[in-house]
């Protein structure tokens, strides 16, 4: 571009293609890649004629006289442009010129001298390597928002122009020149902005992990670990959650969900669905169950909202995990040999959509056996199946030995979750460990089979007795050990019905008796009047044990239990 007509071509000035002048141009200027002159055209109330010729200045007697942009003083309006104008020209790029903005902002430079010594802010902007791109390709370059040594932010156009004779060089010899706009409002405006959606981002987050357990249940059976990622984009932060319930008995609830849709809202909805979980988890019902009542209480927090969530109970006796699933996706199970299993069915619909039945499932966790529970953000990436994703994190799993945490932290980066990743992430892992050696001398089971009549109650206290003895608990827990025994016998033969069953359990941490029966009917506590005869059992097991409750089998009947914390130093 010949720089003497470049401001032909500056922004807002609109050239029309079939506009004629008198002044024919010349091929050798042609040649030159001179921008053809533009006329400027006489305003009149007359209607246009089919004649596409435009009326010169001179052709209009009596006029006024408005000059075309090549006779226009184009030092003068580079001078009065408010944006920064600056021409270098050369391989080293000299100086040629800088305008009346340019000076204003950083003072006035020397002419005929490299721009690295003439104008450092040029430096300080990074836009020297651009200038040699700029020479190099003749092609314009761009870049936004770059802020100066005095605070100002610029929007800076690169373009290639010819500088014939400029400074003492060689006619033709490459120029460029510098155009900047001052954007320093628009870019304060995007850091408040920026700065609005941290802070939003940061508030969900800090709402998001205050929600979630600050430290997980630790069963006697199970080694837990647990992991969140919020996602790294400024809305990613969504309703990721999971949490760990110890039920008593030896059983635990594990539970994993993810409320659909980012920021606070979803953060609060699943707050309130996982303060739901504990509290329903507390009556002890099957799964499924228990799914069916978060599915009516979505609906009641938010109808548009709603949420996948998977529900498991562990219980050591019977060494299978059993789940309930509304939506979400698979739990994988690694047997000790190291195969995967994949817990497909059953799967019934989100939470919030109303109007299914759930259904229970289950899966074998014996000892050596590690299940992962997850959210979407480890499985799903854009353009790929998720399938992909699952059998992916199944491959994962298959290699991954060790701790909790530790299988938590390889499968996070084997699934390729950084910290930008575009979606917040929930990994749930927990592994029944398979105990050798003195440590499963602390774990021990007993149980007797009771058929009912008189006999039953001696029986169960005589097998108490026996068993404690053997596993050689101190005098006072022994004795608590058999009276609750006895209690709970006593009130299944009363209340229950056949076939009963007397099981006695010790972890490493504490002593669980428990009796089944036939009678799904669960016993509560109540104040026996001085005249009763019976009605005291339950309070004497309330006032002994540690914890104690009931709860209805699935195959029909229920389970009274109570557990006695061991004193330290007890093997």
Known sequence: MNFTRWSARLPGTQRRAAARTEHTVTPDRRGEGSVPAARAERQTDDPPDDTPSVPSVSAVPGGPSVPAVDDLPTREILDRIPALVALVHGPDHRTAYVNDA??????????????HEALPELEDLGLLPLLDQVLRSAKPRTVKSRKAPTGRSYTITCTPVDVPGAGGTKPGEGGVLIFAADVTDHAEAAERLRASERSQRETAVTLQRS????????????????????GGTEAAVGGDWYDVITLGGGRTALVIGDVMGRGVRAAAVMGQLRTAVRAYARLDLPPH??????????????????????????????????????????????????????????????????GWMHASGSVPLGPGSTAVLYTDGLVERRNEDLDEGIAALERALAGATGAPQVVCDRLVRSTGVTADHDDDVAVLVLQHPARTGPDSELFRNAALELLGGVEAAPRARAFASGVLTSWRFP????????????????????????????????????????????????????????????????????????????????????SVWCEFALPRGTT
């Open 211 to 230: 929600l979630l357990p600050q430290e997980l249940e630790q069963p006697d059976d199970l080694r837990i670990a647990a992991v969140y990622h919020p």
């Open 475 to 558: 005098p006072e827990l022994h004795d608590l050990g058999v009276l609750a025994a006895s209690e709970l016998v006593a009130n299944s033969l009363q209340h229950g019905t056949p076939p009963m069953r007397l099981r006695l359990r010790r972890t490493d941490r504490r002593l669980i008796v428990e009796v089944t029966d036939g009678n799904d009917h669960l016993p509560r506590r109540r104040r026996a009047e001085p005249g009763d005869e019976s009605g005291r059992g339950i309070s004497i097991i309330a006032t002994i044990a540690s914890n104690w409750g009931s709860r209805r089998a699935p195959g029909g009947g229920k």
């Open 289 to 354: 169950e228990v799914l069916q009542l978060l599915d009516g209480l979505a609906t009641e927090i938010d109808a548009n909202q709603i949420a996948t969530c998977a529900y498991a109970v562990h219980d050591p006796n019977e060494g299978r995990l059993v789940y309930a699933s509304a939506g979400h996706l698979p739990i994988l199970v690694r047997d000790e040999s190291g195969m995967v299993l994949r817990a497909d069915e059953p799967t019934g619909p989100p939470l919030g959509t109303g």
């Open 102 to 115: 340019y000076v204003a902002a950083f003072g006035v430079r020397p002419l005929g001298e490299p721009a």
